[in-house]
């Protein structure tokens, strides 16, 4: 409960901020795109999670609200970042289940698009696969219509939800992000490594972008680049980052 108000206390007096994790071609280390990932820094506990936050927030109905903020805040970083561009620069947004399934959240971001004129091709939405489950569901229409709009979207955590492979082929799903968990086994995992292997020809039969997350190691980075995995997230390349040092990073 007292989370709670502080968390509505923290969007009144912008103690939150939105970081960007950049997402890097594995050949050259360029950064290509980003995850907007959000930090809370609360006056007495410091840092706190949004695996923490993001459930209370869902709970005290103030998800709406902070996920519009969130979406405000890529678009605006997404136009500053994409200025001159040749090629479009994607900042990838985070989505719950319960924001997906919230009747509001199209027009919610097509009103936020408007607003901010950021094209919808620079957006990317992150979801995880468990919401593909239900197909006929209020998830797969939204999903549907901001893919109508041109964004794009990716599985989160590819490998650890209810992964059913038909879903692959009957939602048109643009990018695959492998779960940190598969990626930190890759070198000493044969299995692990095995699987890895597989998803990458699975994501090359269906077109499919894929995306290595939480790479901190070269062993695990050359790992990848050898089996054809042409981008990645982690550590190993930066963490997440405020938007003024994004805006000075890019290589196309
Ligand atoms: O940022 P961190 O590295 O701690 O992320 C923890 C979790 O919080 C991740 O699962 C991430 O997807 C989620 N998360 C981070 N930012 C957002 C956001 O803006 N919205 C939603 N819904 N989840 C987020
Ligand atoms: O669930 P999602 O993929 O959205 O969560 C992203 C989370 O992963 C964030 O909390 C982010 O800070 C974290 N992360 C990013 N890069 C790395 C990494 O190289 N190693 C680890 N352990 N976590 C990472
Ligand atoms: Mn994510
Ligand atoms: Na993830």
Known sequence: LTLEFDLRRALQRGELALHYQPKVLLASGATVGCEALLRW???RLGQVSPEL???VAEDAGLINQLGAWVLRESCSTAVAWNAGATQPRKVAVNLSARQIQASGLVAQVKEIVSETRCKPQWLEFEITESLLLDEDGVAVKALQALRDMGATIAIDDFGTGYSALSYLARFPIDTLKIDKSFIHSATTDHFRAELIKAILSIARCLN???V??????????????????QLAQGFLFSKAVPREQLLGMFGA
């Open 212 to 229: 290595a997350e939480g790479v901190e190691t070269p062993e695990q980075a050359d790992f990848l680049a050898a089996e054809g995995c």
């Open 208 to 210: 499919q972008e894929v």
């Open 53 to 55: 936050f993001i459930p």
């Open 41 to 43: 820094t609360h006056p």
